[in-house]
């Protein structure tokens, strides 16, 4: 029966393919919530930062969720911290934090989404503008969203993880090798 020897160097560096996929997985998480913010902005051919807020804040209503001064402060906020929080996915900031807040983020979504097709309400999405129709696609589509934000804060966690033993293992040999 053959063995193999693995040499301690090449137990003590990371696999790279963990790291390849969280990039992947952040940077399209953070497009999509970038795209999603660009959308609430930019309609009809032209910005809107005057009065974005009002028509994005027509859609968070139809949830009949929210009172008013909520509807109004998350129409005004809400685009503004999905370009944040895309940022922050794509330059990989903080990624274990930002990626719990995208996570939850797409949770209330979800929910809110959920509340809405449940009672039969017939109403435009607003994730992506003002032009989707809240149905079974859109439920799909963000639970999958939820899912790859999951994926990406988990394998934040790991990574974070892996790199904290590597350096001890890294730190032991030196002390080994400088006594």
């Not at 301690?8 to 919530?33: D, K, M, N, Y």
């Not at 974005?52 to 859609?59: D, I, N, S, V």
Request: aromatic share 12%; glycine share 8%.
């Amino acid at each position: 029966m053959a063995t193999t020897a693995i040499s301690a160097e090449t137990s003590a560096r990371p696999a790279a393919w963990p790291r390849v996929l969280l990039l992947i997985g952040r940077v399209a998480l953070g497009l999509v919530f970038v795209v999603a913010a660009y959308t609430k902005l930019h309609f009809n051919g032209a910005w809107h930062f005057s009065d974005y807020y009002f028509f994005f804040g027509m859609a968070i209503n139809s949830y009949n969720l929210l009172p008013f001064w909520a509807v109004e402060l998350m129409g005004r906020i809400l685009p503004w911290f999905e370009v944040a929080l895309g940022f922050f996915l794509i330059s990989g900031v903080a990624l274990r934090w930002v990626g719990i807040v995208a996570s939850l983020l797409l949770l209330a979504f979800i929910g809110g989404m959920v509340h809405a097709y449940i009672l039969g309400l017939e109403i435009v999405c607003g994730c992506f503008g003002n032009s989707e129709k809240l149905g079974p696609l859109t439920l799909l589509r963000d639970g999958s969203l939820l899912v790859l934000a999951l994926a990406v804060t988990i394998g934040a966690f790991l990574v974070k993880k892996r790199e904290k033993r590597v350096r001890a293992v890294l730190s032991a040999r030196e002390e080994t090798v400088s006594s």
